[in-house]
């Protein structure tokens, strides 16, 4: 057997391909705001900051939730949009902050006073959410803001604790263990 190395040379190598490159497509408002890329100008100069978008029904504030920009939402609150506007099937920004684990942004919503029990179409808080999500720290978050009722039940008749065990959320489900032992003790 010859021991010669050999070299492959991918077609891109040779410069048989020809790379194309696709136009960068411009962002919308609400796109920026949830990629943390649009301005302060952008921001001011919107007509109506709490004017949701076509798509989705949802704010820009909504869209920082949703992604997590906490810089934008901070800039979008501090110039006047509404934390407790509701989308589409009654979702807040506060449940969609809770529902993707971002609890900084969980806790800087409810210190701007954003309703802890807000229900969905569904019936769902925002801490069915976190807790169905396995998000302890949004969790403990809303268990904790003096506001939250634990023994709210959504339409299935299942509050947070009954989801964090259907579907195996154990770190929220130790959380809300650890919030009723707390409280009756």
């Known amino acids: 057997m010859d021991s010669k190395s050999t070299t492959v040379l991918t077609n ?17 408002f609400y796109e920026k705001c949830g990629q943390g890329e649009v301005t302060d100008d952008e921001i001011r100069y919107h007509k109506n900051i709490d004017e949701p978008d076509a798509e989705n029904g949802f704010t820009a504030l909504q869209w920082a939730c949703y992604y997590g920009q906490q810089k934008i939402l901070e ?13 589409k099937n009654y979702i807040s920004a506060l449940h969609l902050a809770a ?6 942004i969980v806790k800087y919503l ?17 801490l069915h959410f ?4 396995n998000f302890p720290h949004s969790t403990n978050e809303i268990l904790n803001s003096q506001f939250a009722d634990i023994m709210i039940e959504n339409e299935d008749g299942k509050t947070a604790y009954h989801l964090s065990i259907e579907k195996k959320a154990q770190l929220s489900q130790a959380v809300i263990e650890n919030f009723f032992m707390n409280v009756i003790s």
């Open 99 to 104: 529902a993707y684990g971002h609890h900084e």
């Open 130 to 133: 976190a807790a169905a999500n």
């Open 12 to 28: 891109l190598q040779r410069g048989n391909i020809e790379a194309k490159i696709s136009a960068a497509k411009a962002l919308n």
């Open 75 to 87: 800039r979008l609150v501090d110039l006047g949009a509404n934390v407790n506007f509701l989308a």
């Open 110 to 126: 409810i210190a701007k006073g954003a309703i802890v029990n807000q229900l969905d179409i569904c019936g769902n808080t925002p």
